[in-house]
């Protein structure tokens, strides 16, 4: 007998796969003593230092998707930062909907074009970003609440990449 193959499978070997390399990540990590920051990277501002501490695992993961996706994760961030209500909305629709992608998004907000382009220019990016806000609910909630820390993020990758991948001091 034959059975329907859904996507779900293979949206389940993703989630697992990206499991695997953060767990590996967190193991890696876990457990040492890291120096502060280099001069030339600087400190991060206090709310991503604080937002980082609430949410450790989150925060390795947001690392990680900018260290996987540098050519979206400044244009998305920086959106993000410049419209924080929408951001807001686009956050608890993923947490919301959790089958549903970055695609329906822009055809349930065809007044959102700006946003609708940059999900089309990098549809694997904020796919990917839609499920890190479906894994870590608060820690995406609570970071959209802080537009500033957005937009320094998004702005200083490098930085963000030192702080966001390693604890913090």
């Not at 904020?126 to 608060?138: Q, S």
Request: hydrophobic share 45%; glycine share 4%.
């Amino acid at each position: 007998m034959k059975y329907a193959r859904s996507n779900h499978s293979a949206d389940h070997r993703c989630g697992t796969q990206f499991a695997t390399i953060t767990l590996a990540a967190i193991v890696s990590l876990g457990g040492c003593a890291h120096a502060p920051p280099p001069a030339a990277i600087g400190p991060a501002p206090p709310a991503i230092v604080d937002w980082a501490g609430r949410h450790p695992i989150a925060s390795i993961e947001l690392g990680d998707w900018i260290r996987l996706h540098p050519a979206a994760a400044t244009p998305l961030l920086t959106w993000e930062a410049r419209e924080p209500q929408r951001a807001k909305q686009l956050v608890t629709w993923a947490i919301l909907n959790p089958d549903l992608t970055t695609e329906m998004f822009a055809v349930l907000h065809p007044e959102w074009p700006e946003l609708a382009s940059l999900l089309a220019e990098h549809r694997a990016a904020a796919d990917a970003l839609l499920l890190w806000c479906r894994n870590h609910p608060r820690g995406s909630e609570r970071l959209v609440d802080l537009p500033d820390a957005l937009a320094w993020t998004g702005e200083h990758l490098d930085a963000s990449l030192w702080h966001l991948s390693r604890p913090l001091p």
